[in-house]
């Protein structure tokens, strides 16, 4: 057995183990934020538009409201024409729904791209990965 051969082969799964594995599971938790984001958009998304078409965003509604440990109080909306929306860093910004809905649409278009890309740089991650793997089967196989 070669000790240089040997030497490399554990540099190699050092290298897999501490570095491209750890950075796959980040990425990995990268993309299941950004797909929950995405989740809650669309939930948002669906709530406006159920307002609009049934009318409700002038009228009002009544809902009950969870104030901490499942207990809930009744609550009455009597105009759901505006909403404040999230727009990053603690800020928040009173739209109309229609409003809402387009800066709704940009985020979602937004997070896609987001998605597409860390899923790209997972396939990459994964491929570096086999490669070291297929390295160090071809170096064990030298040593035989």
């Given at each position: 057995?070669n ?52 009318g ?89």
């Open positions: 057995m000790p240089d051969i040997q030497e490399k082969i554990i540099k190699f799964e050092t290298f897999v183990n501490d570095v491209l594995r750890e950075d796959l599971a980040k990425l990995e938790q990268k993309l299941d934020t950004k797909n929950a984001d995405i989740a809650e958009f669309l939930q948002l998304k669906t709530t406006i538009t159920t307002l609009q078409n049934n409700l965003d002038q009228s009002g509604f009544k809902t009950q409201v969870d104030v901490g440990q499942n207990f809930f109080i009744e609550a009455h909306v009597p105009n759901a024409s505006t909403i404040l929306l999230d727009v990053g860093l603690g800020h928040f910004v009173e739209l109309s729904l229609n409003d809402a809905l387009a800066v709704i649409n940009v985020r979602i278009k937004l997070l896609e791209q987001q998605i597409v890309h860390f899923r790209k740089e997972i396939a990459k991650t994964n491929a570096h990965i086999k490669l070291i793997l297929l390295s160090i089967d071809q170096l064990q196989g030298l040593e035989d």
